[in-house]
């Protein structure tokens, strides 16, 4: 592999556009400096676009997998069929995808299908097997909508020879811009549109329900402007690629460095460090000949505490280890509550400590005290937990990963960070370790069919970890009975004591799990969930408070930017006039950004509604303006302050339990005052 981060940082930037007459492919590469279009007006023209793809030798990024990657595969297919009217039939699949086909997921059961019937007819034939799981398909989705499609587009179900060849990846997937339904179907929580609206203040559309032929567009002399739109997705793609995404690919070609450190002869598939997440680059570190999966291990043997309770649920999970992890608290609860004549007034996954009421379970622990102020804290917590927990029982971890390897990677961490700052290249490798550090858990701890995931292993990982906090939570409680326990987490103990640390820290000792120790200067806590705290002079969000940019947008009158200032007057700095993006869906306003003014310049904005609400705070009507130079700084500022009293008195309000809303108890992230 070649040693220099410039010599392989090659990409290409894609996107797809699809008419009845028209289809482009659009793309940009690391040293292009401009767009490049590739019209298919006739079938020749997909031939040619087709060998251009034959040819493409890196990773392509897209927005949208559930899109265009199944149009490029679907181009593909429809080129090596030689199909004729190749550019009616893109547009006619396109048509059905847009129409909610749940493209993977029929891929995903027609394979499942063609296993399940190979395995019960040896005898048969490729073509026949495909046959007969194909009907099964149809029948498992009888509606006319999946019948159109499968009837006349089945055989798109598998890859084409290109598509197998290439690298294609999601940005916003990446990103995290997307989210996943109750059928397991990605989708997208925000729309590129919307992106580059809130990250640039514009965007280029275009009206696809006017025109649905490239001929249209010419005739109305707006092919110059269809250019420009196709192009601008491209180039805004690219400029969200080399932010994250570009930067996870650094860090991970400097964990194969450092990897060469540990073992010269290591080999790397050059694909893994362009690839969505880190799972493939972990895995080849790490992976062992012949894993075993079914390893039994009795969790009672390693994980105890002094909490009856929590022992008692242990045991449950260690004596049900092949019940699915979502049937595991409903069934210990059962157990509980039959075995213990409902006699425990808390919940059975409730345990108190210190007068703080903890909750456990799989996931891990939390508890803690609501609607909380206080300053000078203590945040305790062990150093590289989960990582340390795999190292201590090597024992057990050695039947799934290379633990040697990950002990190597973890020694190399504590020394470069003993070692502190030094050259640019040591930072990058640092950084590039805590990735390979941190990542290993959820891939342990996976329900996927990964080489390293065994979820035995990942479950004990969990427990073993809470077993440390209640231990450690008993321990300093021993130690100075008026300790206050304000955050009891996964992440550690956050307390108000008097106890010499120094003192605890030695005598806790215990090969790998070492405590370490920060000071927050001043927390604001509503629960274990949401949060403020500032330390070392950083203020650090949770929950409600870690407003991204996707929470920008408002889809009702809980206004994200009156919290975003909120907390710069807390973090003691100046309220700014800052965009608001509403949701059109929601509110009657255009797609582009608005601003705080007042009556004269502005107008209201109206949430529409069965019954339509004017935007209020404290029944004082919210006016906005599309024209910057008519914000009001001391509108913004008012705002700020009573949302920064509401934070501080806990008097936000909560989410109403409507279609959409969250779960009962949590709190909207766009709240503000009533």
């Given at each position: 592999?070649?040693?220099?981060?410039?010599?392989?940082?090659?990409?290409?930037?894609?996107?797809?556009?699809?008419l009845?007459?028209?289809?482009?492919?659009?793309?940009?590469?690391?040293?292009?400096?401009?767009?490049?279009?590739?019209?298919?007006y006739?079938?020749?023209?997909?031939?040619k676009?087709?060998?251009?793809?034959?040819?493409?030798?890196?990773?392509?990024?897209?927005?949208?997998?559930?899109?265009?990657?199944?149009?490029?595969?679907?181009?593909?297919?429809?080129?090596?069929?030689?199909?004729?009217?190749?550019?009616?039939?893109?547009?006619?699949?396109?048509?059905?995808?847009?129409?909610n086909?749940?493209?993977?997921?029929?891929?995903?059961?027609?394979?499942?299908?063609?296993?399940?019937?190979?395995?019960?007819?040896?005898?048969?034939?490729?073509?026949?097997?495909?046959?007969?799981?194909?009907?099964?398909?149809?029948?498992?989705?009888?509606?006319?909508?999946?019948?159109?499609?499968?009837?006349?587009?089945?055989?798109?179900?598998s890859?084409?020879?290109?598509?197998?060849?290439?690298?294609?990846?999601?940005?916003?997937?990446?990103?995290?811009?997307?989210?996943?339904?109750?059928?397991?179907?990605?989708?997208?929580?925000?729309?590129?549109?919307?992106?580059?609206?809130?990250?640039?203040?514009?965007?280029?559309?275009?009206?696809?329900?006017?025109?649905?032929?490239?001929?249209?567009?010419k005739?109305?002399?707006?092919?110059?402007?269809?250019?420009?739109?196709?192009?601008?997705?491209?180039?805004?793609?690219?400029?969200l690629?080399?932010?994250?995404?570009?930067?996870?690919?650094?860090?991970?070609?400097?964990?194969?460095?450092?990897?060469l450190?540990?073992?010269?002869?290591?080999k790397?598939?050059?694909?893994?460090?362009?690839?969505?997440?880190?799972?493939?680059?972990?895995?080849?570190?790490?992976?062992?000949?012949?894993?075993?999966?079914?390893?039994?291990?009795?969790?009672?043997?390693?994980?105890?505490?002094?909490?009856?309770?929590?022992?008692?649920?242990?045991?449950?999970?260690?004596?049900?280890?092949?019940?699915?992890?979502?049937?595991?608290?409903?069934?210990?609860?059962?157990?509980?509550?039959?075995?213990?004549?409902?006699?425990?007034?808390?919940?059975?996954?409730?345990?108190?400590?210190?007068?703080?009421?903890?909750?456990?379970?799989?996931?891990?622990?939390?508890?803690?005290?609501?609607?909380?102020?206080?300053?000078?804290?203590?945040h305790?917590?062990?150093?590289?937990?989960?990582?340390?927990?795999?190292?201590?029982?090597?024992?057990?971890?050695?039947?799934?990963?290379?633990?040697?390897?990950?002990?190597?990677?973890y020694?190399?961490?504590?020394?470069?960070?003993?070692?502190?700052?030094?050259?640019k290249?040591?930072?990058?490798?640092?950084?590039?370790?805590?990735?390979?550090?941190?990542?290993?858990?959820?891939?342990?701890?996976?329900?996927?069919?990964?080489?390293?995931?065994?979820?035995?292993?990942?479950?004990?990982?969990?427990?073993?970890?809470?077993?440390?906090?209640?231990?450690?939570?008993?321990?300093?409680?021993?130690?100075?009975?008026?300790?206050?326990?304000?955050?009891?987490n996964?992440?550690?103990?956050?307390?108000?004591?008097?106890?010499?640390?120094?003192?605890?820290?030695?005598?806790?000792?215990?090969?790998?799990?070492?405590?370490?120790?920060?000071?927050?200067?001043?927390?604001?806590?509503?629960?274990?969930?949401?949060?403020?705290?500032?330390?070392?002079?950083?203020?650090?969000?949770?929950?409600?408070?870690?407003?991204t940019?996707?929470?920008?947008?408002?889809?009702?009158?809980?206004?994200?930017?009156?919290?975003?200032?909120?907390?710069?007057?807390?973090?003691?700095?100046?309220?700014?006039?800052?965009?608001?993006?509403?949701?059109?869906?929601?509110?009657?306003?255009?797609?582009?950004?608005?601003?705080?003014?007042?009556?004269?310049?502005?107008?209201?904005?109206?949430?529409l509604?069965?019954?339509?609400?004017?935007?209020?705070?404290?029944?004082?009507?919210?006016?906005?303006?599309?024209?910057?130079?008519?914000?009001?700084?001391?509108i913004?500022?008012r705002?700020?302050?009573?949302?920064?009293?509401?934070?501080?008195?806990?008097?936000?309000?909560?989410?109403?339990?409507?279609?959409?809303?969250?779960?009962?108890?949590?709190?909207?992230?766009?709240?503000?005052?009533?």
């Amino acid at each position: 592999m070649k040693s220099d981060f410039t010599e392989i940082f090659k990409y290409m930037i894609a996107d797809v556009e699809c008419l009845y007459d028209y289809f482009s492919f659009q793309l940009k590469t690391e040293n292009m400096k401009k767009v490049y279009i590739a019209d298919c007006y006739n079938d020749q023209d997909c031939k040619k676009l087709y060998n251009i793809l034959q040819r493409v030798d890196r990773p392509i990024y897209v927005y949208s997998l559930d899109y265009d990657a199944v149009m490029i595969n679907v181009f593909c297919k429809l080129v090596e069929k030689k199909e004729r009217d190749i550019l009616y039939k893109l547009r006619d699949v396109s048509n059905f995808l847009f129409k909610n086909i749940e493209y993977f997921n029929l891929i995903k059961e027609l394979w499942g299908y063609f296993r399940r019937i190979e395995e019960e007819n040896t005898n048969l034939e490729y073509k026949q097997l495909l046959h007969e799981a194909l009907l099964v398909l149809k029948k498992a989705h009888p509606d006319s909508l999946h019948q159109d499609f499968l009837n006349n587009y089945s055989f798109l179900l598998s890859k084409s020879k290109v598509y197998k060849n290439l690298t294609i990846n999601s940005i916003p997937k990446i990103y995290g811009y997307f989210t996943t339904d109750k059928y397991g179907r990605h989708k997208m929580t925000i729309s590129l549109k919307k992106l580059q609206l809130i990250q640039e203040g514009y965007n280029i559309k275009f009206d696809f329900n006017k025109y649905e032929t490239i001929q249209n567009i010419k005739d109305d002399g707006l092919f110059d402007t269809w250019t420009e739109y196709s192009s601008n997705d491209v180039l805004f793609l690219e400029k969200l690629f080399l932010g994250k995404p570009k930067d996870d690919i650094i860090k991970r070609w400097y964990a194969y460095k450092a990897i060469l450190k540990i073992d010269k002869n290591f080999k790397l598939n050059i694909m893994d460090i362009f690839s969505e997440n880190n799972t493939n680059i972990i895995n080849s570190i790490l992976k062992i000949k012949n894993p075993n999966k079914d390893i039994e291990v009795d969790y009672t043997k390693y994980i105890f505490t002094d909490e009856p309770k929590f022992n008692e649920f242990v045991k449950f999970v260690n004596d049900n280890k092949d019940l699915d992890d979502k049937y595991i608290k409903e069934e210990f609860k059962k157990y509980y509550n039959d075995s213990h004549n409902n006699i425990d007034m808390m919940e059975c996954d409730e345990i108190t400590i210190g007068g703080l009421l903890i909750k456990y379970g799989l996931g891990g622990i939390h508890g803690a005290i609501n609607n909380y102020v206080g300053e000078n804290l203590l945040h305790l917590d062990y150093v590289s937990e989960y990582p340390s927990i795999v190292l201590q029982y090597r024992e057990l971890f050695e039947n799934i990963i290379n633990v040697d390897m990950y002990e190597a990677i973890y020694s190399m961490r504590i020394k470069m960070k003993a070692e502190g700052k030094k050259s640019k290249e040591a930072m990058f490798i640092q950084n590039g370790i805590k990735l390979l550090i941190n990542s290993v858990f959820g891939l342990i701890n996976s329900t996927f069919n990964i080489p390293i995931a065994c979820k035995t292993l990942g479950k004990f990982i969990t427990l073993r970890g809470q077993a440390l906090l209640i231990n450690l939570t008993n321990k300093v409680l021993k130690e100075d009975p008026d300790t206050i326990l304000i955050n009891v987490n996964t992440d550690g103990l956050i307390i108000d004591t008097k106890l010499n640390m120094d003192n605890l820290i030695k005598d806790d000792l215990d090969g790998y799990f070492k405590l370490g120790t920060d000071i927050i200067t001043k927390m604001i806590q509503k629960d274990v969930n949401n949060y403020i705290k500032i330390v070392d002079g950083k203020m650090k969000t949770k929950g409600m408070f870690n407003l991204t940019i996707k929470q920008h947008i408002n889809k009702n009158e809980r206004l994200s930017i009156n919290t975003m200032n909120a907390l710069k007057l807390i973090d003691n700095q100046k309220v700014e006039i800052l965009p608001i993006y509403f949701d059109v869906k929601w509110i009657n306003k255009e797609d582009k950004a608005y601003y705080f003014t007042d009556k004269k310049h502005g107008e209201q904005a109206i949430k529409l509604t069965k019954k339509t609400e004017v935007l209020t705070s404290k029944n004082e009507v919210y006016y906005f303006t599309d024209n910057k130079k008519y914000a009001k700084i001391d509108i913004y500022e008012r705002y700020a302050e009573e949302v920064k009293d509401a934070i501080l008195n806990f008097s936000l309000i909560k989410v109403k339990q409507n279609k959409g809303a969250t779960k009962q108890g949590q709190y909207s992230i766009f709240d503000t005052l009533n």
